[in-house]
T-cell receptor
Framework: DGGITQSPKYLFRKEGQNVTLSCEQNLNHDAMYWYRQDPGQGLRLIYYSQIVNDFQKGDIAEGYSVSREKKESFPLTVTSAQKNPTAFYLC??????????????FGPGTRLTVT | AQSVTQLDSHVSVSEGTPVLLRCNYSSSYSPSLFWYVQHPNKGLQLLLKYTSAATLVKGINGFEAEFKKSETSFHLTKPSAHMSDAAEYFCVVTKNSGGSNYKLTFGKGTLLTVNP
């Protein structure tokens, strides 16, 4: 089956700890994205990557970091600097950036709770 | 610059009655528009997309949307609601061509409730 997997589905951490969320895709897509979803706010872009070993900040990158060492993997680290980390995190991918109006394909999400 | 306004945060219908979810957009460029659906604690699934071809777009599960440039609208409709349609729906806009068309701008979502 082709698709995007995110693990784990639920994650609990203590305040002050860094945590890494996994995202893997086997769609052979070049571009990958991380979004944060909070109730009533839609989705907000954290980071995106168009190609291996390159990534760009989105609208709310502060307190987050990413890496893109392999085409199929785009892990997100939520650092202790992120003031309000509790949220639902969604990973997405899309074919080559630059083609008109390409939709993105989403993973099932990880719900992170920090106490 | 681009933005999306979903005019209703919550819509409630009875099973078997029509569904209308309203979306207005603003874009400095020729837009592509999408509707996504999200069931509780799940990822987003693409329902349909408009990319400058036919203005009436048909999607999965009997949904359709009409692009109206003069009204800057892209409303989602379905003739007869089913219980399984209960979910949150997102209207999304992006650039239709050129560079930097990676950026999707999401509306805040409309929660659809279907009553038996």
């Amino acid at each position: 089956d082709g698709g995007i997997t995110q693990s784990p589905k639920y994650l609990f951490r203590k305040e002050g700890q860094n945590v890494t969320l996994s995202c893997e895709q086997n769609l052979n897509h070049d571009a990958m994205y991380w979004y944060r979803q909070d109730p009533g706010q839609g989705l907000r872009l954290i980071y995106y990557s168009q190609i291996v070993n390159d990534f760009q900040k989105g609208d709310i990158a502060e307190g987050y970091s990413v890496s893109r060492e392999k085409k199929e993997s785009f892990p997100l680290t939520v650092t202790s600097a992120q003031k309000n980390p509790t949220a639902f995190y969604l990973c997405a991918s899309s074919p080559l950036v630059g083609l008109a109006g390409r939709e993105q394909y989403f993973g099932p999400g990880t719900r992170l709770t920090v106490t | 610059a681009q933005s999306v306004t979903q005019l209703d945060s919550h819509v409630s219908v009875s099973e078997g009655t029509p569904v209308l979810l309203r979306c207005n957009y603003s874009s400095s460029y020729s837009p592509s528009l999408f509707w996504y659906v999200q069931h509780p604690n799940k990822g987003l699934q693409l329902l349909l997309k408009y990319t400058s071809a036919a203005t009436l777009v048909k999607g999965i599960n009997g949904f359709e949307a009409e692009f109206k440039k003069s009204e800057t609208s892209f409303h989602l409709t379905k003739p007869s609601a089913h219980m399984s349609d209960a979910a949150e729906y997102f209207c999304v806009v992006t650039k239709n061509s050129g560079g930097s068309n990676y950026k999707l701008t999401f509306g805040k979502g409309t929660l659809l409730t279907v009553n038996p």
